[in-house]
């Protein structure tokens, strides 16, 4: 029942803050952006205190620690990569091309004849 109300804080601290964001509108947005930031900041805070939020905080640790295992491709293969995958595209763009124009002629021409003149 405590996770709960935690959790409803929480939720208030983040829609206080947007609201914060909105009334302050006379004011510099430096200071809106900051009522905002905290209202997140204090959000994050109270929903650290429940039980789903250290699990959720623990799973972002873990897929941070995940990312930076992998090993990423260099510029030059992701460059080929992207060569490949673009030559794919124009060799696929031109069978359908084909394939349609060929459909075309085979039913408009041969078929139906609607294009004799």
Known sequence: MADKFKFALAVLLLVAGVAGFYLLAEQAMILRVLAMLAG?????????????????????????????????????????????????VVVMALFLWLTDKSLEWVLYDIVLGWRKA
């Open 40 to 88: 997140a900041a204090l959000a994050a805070a109270a929903a650290w205190q429940t039980e789903q939020g250290r699990r959720f905080f623990g799973f972002a640790k873990e897929a941070t620690t995940e990312a930076k295992k992998v090993v990423w491709p260099s510029r030059k293969e992701t460059m080929q990569t992207t060569g490949l995958v673009f030559a794919f």
